[in-house]
């Protein structure tokens, strides 16, 4: 079994809709969890970075975790063509620099 | 310079040569990373520094040697290389207090592809 498991989509909405990105996970040790973009032909970007369960707010973009289903969200509202990109979800456990990521899921938002 | 940089951007090889990957993060951080990105596969972590000590290794082969002369450089050398190590090879670097460290921050990637 993976470690972290994301739909690689490819995901495809038009302007202005909710979009909702998940991860699932296997290890219960995970205790941070972050939301990277990736636009094509560029290094991942840190979007979103929480800690243990609950939800996150920063303009358009809603990170939540549910650590007792070992699962993660990204919403996305009000989506915009320029949130056309990969999204990869990362984690780790409470100590050292292992990081673990999903395979991302493409995501294209139609003008 | 501000963040990862990575030079070259893109690396076309053949499989005799030998080339060098460059990475160098102006964050002021203390720990450096190597990943490969390969189409629909996580990232695979390569090597991992902290204060310029190599500290993982995941079964990388041999003909990746990676170099870390101070913590803010990182190379990656490569040496008779295989088609299927073509993919985008990124670099990132974060800050480790008391063994814990904060999210990473990556560079752009070099895309390499090796005939």
């Given at each position: 079994q993976k470690e972290v498991e994301q739909d690689p989509g490819p995901l495809s909405v038009p302007e202005g809709a909710i979009v909702s990105l998940n991860c699932t996970y296997?290890?219960?040790?995970?205790q941070y969890f972050m939301w990277y973009r990736q636009y094509s032909r560029k290094g991942p970007e840190l979007l979103m970075y929480t800690y243990s369960s609950g939800n996150k707010e920063d303009g358009r973009f809603t990170a939540q975790v549910d650590k007792s289903s070992k699962y993660i969200s990204l919403f996305i509202r009000d989506s915009q063509p320029s949130d056309s990109a990969t999204y990869l979800c990362a984690m780790r456990a409470n100590t050292g620099n292992q990081f673990y990521f999903g395979t991302g899921t493409s995501l294209t938002v139609i003008p | 310079e501000t963040g990862v940089t990575q030079t070259p951007r893109h690396l076309v090889m053949g499989m005799t040569n030998k080339k060098s990957l460059k990475c160098e993060q102006h964050l002021g951080h203390n720990a450096m990373y190597w990943y490969k990105q390969s189409a629909k596969k996580p990232l695979e972590l390569m090597f991992v520094y902290n204060f310029k000590e190599q500290t993982e290794n995941n079964s990388v082969p041999s003909r990746f040697s990676p170099e870390c002369p101070n913590s803010s450089h990182l190379f990656l050398h490569l040496h008779t290389l295989q088609p299927e190590d073509s993919a985008l090879y990124l670099c990132a670097s974060s800050q480790v207090v008391a063994g814990d460290t904060d999210t990473q921050y990556f560079g752009p990637g070099t895309r390499l592809t090796v005939l």
């Open positions: 296997s290890n219960s040790a995970f | -």
